[in-house]
C-alpha cells in the first residue's frame, strides 16, 4: 500500500500539467525541495521526518495569507502530511502510537488545509490505517452521572416569538419567505432523517469516525472572552465531554464545543444522515435588508456546518453575510434574533472599542476589515438577573431600542429554522445540542 501510494504520488508531482502539480510549483523552490525530499523519502523510509519541515513552513504561509492566495501552500501541507502519514506506517513501522499519528496528520490535512484535491485519498488511507492498526476500543466507565437540570435564566432581550409556518412555504413559489425569519417545525422532510436517532448514539458517532480521530474544538463558554481558545483533541474524548442517554459525560473543568466545523467532509458517512432541504437550492437574490448578499464563492455555493456541544453553550450575538437554513437534530437549542436595522444599537466590536485588549485578543474585533466586525458585545442570553442589570448599564441603547424588536424561539430535535444574511442571531444550547447549519 505505501509503496503504491509512494509511486503514484511521486508520479503526479513529477507530472507539470498535473492540477495538483501546476498549484504547487506556484510554492516556488519550496516546491523542488518538497520533491526532492519526497523522492528522498520513497527510498528511505527512516527519513520520514523530513516531511515535518514542510507541514510546519506550508502552516505558516497558510496562517499569513487570505484563503483565496494560500491554494499552493494548503496543496503543500496536504501533500506533506500524506506522505508523513504513509511512512509511519510502513512495513518498517507498525505500531498504534505511530498509526494513530499518521491519522492524526490526516486528520490535519482535512481540517486545517481542507485537503486540496486529496480529500478522497485521504479517507481511503485513513481507512487502510484502521483497518490494518487501530482498533476502536470500549469506553471507559463514566465517571459522571446525569445531574437534574437546573433553571436557565431567560431574559428580557425579546419580545416576539420567531413564526411557525404550516404549510411550508413553495422553495421556488412567491419570494416573501426570502425576507424575514421562519421556523418549520418537525419539518417532514427533516423527520426522516436517520441523524435525528444516530446522532444522538455516542457509540453510533464513534463508530462512523472509527478510531484515532482528531476534531477542532472551542475551548470556552464564549469566544468573546479571553481565555477562550482552540484546540485539537480526540473525538473520543470529546463525545465523553458531553451527556449521552447511554453515557453521562465526564467531568470536566472546560467548557468544550465542537462550532462551525464540516464534519461531513471529515467523516463522510455522516452525509447520508440527513439530506438537504431544497430552501437552499432556490438561488435567491439579495433581500430588502441586506443588498449586498452574493451566495458562498465555493463550487457548490452551499457551506455545511455542524454544532456539537454541551449545555449552556453560547455563540454570541453575530451577523453572517448568507441565508442561513439551521436544522435542529439532537436535543434543544435557543435562537436570539433581530432585524439588521438595529445594528447601530448592537454596540459590535471594532476599532474604535476602548479596550485594547478585546482589540488585540479578541477574535470578534476584526482589526483589519473593521466595516465586516459582525459580533456584539451585549450579551443576550445573560445567565442571572444581575448580570442583566449589569449589561442594561454598560449597553443602554440596546436595551432600549432592541428587544422590541427581537424573536426567540427554543428549537426541538426536526426543526428547522430559516433567516436572511445581515440579521443578528445568538445561540444556547438548553442540553447536548447537534445541529447543522447550511449557508446559502
Not at 479578541?362 to 442571572?384: G, K, Y
Not at 442589570?389 to 427581537?406: L, N, T
Request: charged letters at 20%; a negative charge.
Amino acid at each position: 500500500m505505501s509503496l503504491e501510494f509512494f509511486d503514484q504520488l511521486l508520479a503526479e508531482l513529477s507530472d507539470e500539467s498535473h492540477p495538483c502539480t501546476v498549484d504547487l510549483r506556484r510554492c516556488g523552490s519550496a516546491y523542488f525541495e518538497f520533491y526532492a525530499a519526497a523522492r528522498s523519502l520513497h527510498d528511505n523510509v527512516d527519513s520520514r521526518t523530513s516531511m515535518k519541515p514542510f507541514i510546519d513552513r506550508a502552516y505558516q504561509e497558510m496562517s499569513r495569507l487570505q484563503p483565496s492566495e494560500s491554494l499552493c501552500w494548503r496543496r503543500l501541507y496536504t501533500d506533506a502530511c500524506l506522505l508523513y502519514a504513509v511512512s509511519e506506517v510502513s512495513d518498517l513501522v507498525q505500531d498504534d502510537a505511530a498509526a494513530t499519528e499518521a491519522v492524526a496528520f490526516l486528520d490535519r490535512a482535512i481540517i486545517i488545509s481542507g485537503a486540496p484535491g486529496r480529500l478522497d485519498s485521504i479517507h481511503q488511507l485513513i481507512k487502510v490505517i484502521q483497518d490494518n492498526h487501530l482498533t476502536l476500543k470500549p469506553l471507559r466507565a463514566s465517571s459522571g452521572h446525569k445531574q437534574p437540570l437546573t433553571h436557565m435564566y431567560h431574559s428580557s432581550a425579546f419580545s416576539l416569538s420567531v413564526p411557525c409556518i404550516h404549510p411550508p412555504p413553495n422553495a421556488f413559489g412567491g419570494r416573501e419567505w426570502l425576507q424575514k425569519p421562519f421556523v418549520l417545525q418537525r419539518h417532514g422532510y427533516v423527520q426522516g432523517w436517520k441523524a435525528l436517532n444516530s446522532w444522538a448514539s455516542i457509540d453510533y458517532l464513534r463508530s462512523v469516525a472509527g478510531a484515532g480521530r482528531l476534531v477542532p474544538v472551542e475551548v470556552g463558554k464564549d469566544y468573546r472572552t479571553e481565555e477562550w481558545t482552540q484546540r485539537l483533541m480526540s473525538w473520543d474524548c470529546f463525545l465523553q465531554s458531553l451527556d449521552f442517554p447511554e453515557h453521562p459525560a465526564q467531568p470536566q473543568n472546560e467548557v468544550l464545543y465542537l462550532a462551525q466545523h464540516n464534519l461531513l467532509m471529515q467523516f463522510p458517512a455522516l452525509e447520508g444522515d440527513i439530506g438537504i432541504p431544497e430552501y437552499v437550492y432556490a438561488c435567491p437574490d439579495p433581500p430588502s435588508c441586506y443588498p449586498a448578499y452574493k451566495p458562498p464563492g465555493n463550487t457548490d455555493g452551499l457551506i455545511i456546518n455542524a454544532w456539537l456541544g454541551p449545555r449552556g453553550t453560547i455563540s454570541p450575538a453575530h451577523t453572517d453575510p448568507f441565508f442561513n437554513c439551521y436544522a435542529q437534530v439532537v436535543g434543544r437549542k435557543t435562537v436570539w434574533l433581530a432585524p439588521p436595522d438595529i445594528s447601530d444599537l448592537m454596540y459590535p466590536f471594532d476599532t474604535s472599542t476602548s479596550d485594547t485588549a478585546d482589540q488585540s485578543c479578541n477574535p470578534a474585533a476584526n482589526v483589519t476589515e473593521p466595516s465586516m466586525c459582525n459580533t456584539s458585545r451585549v450579551d443576550v442570553f445573560p445567565d442571572s438577573p444581575e448580570a442583566e442589570k449589569a449589561s442594561r448599564d454598560a449597553f443602554p441603547d440596546f436595551w432600549k431600542g432592541v428587544p422590541q424588536k427581537a424573536m426567540c424561539m427554543t428549537l426541538a430535535p426536526g426543526d428547522v429554522l430559516f433567516f436572511p444574511p445581515g440579521w443578528w442571531h445568538a445561540m444556547r444550547s438548553e442540553e447536548t445540542s447537534f445541529s447543522v447549519s447550511m449557508w446559502f
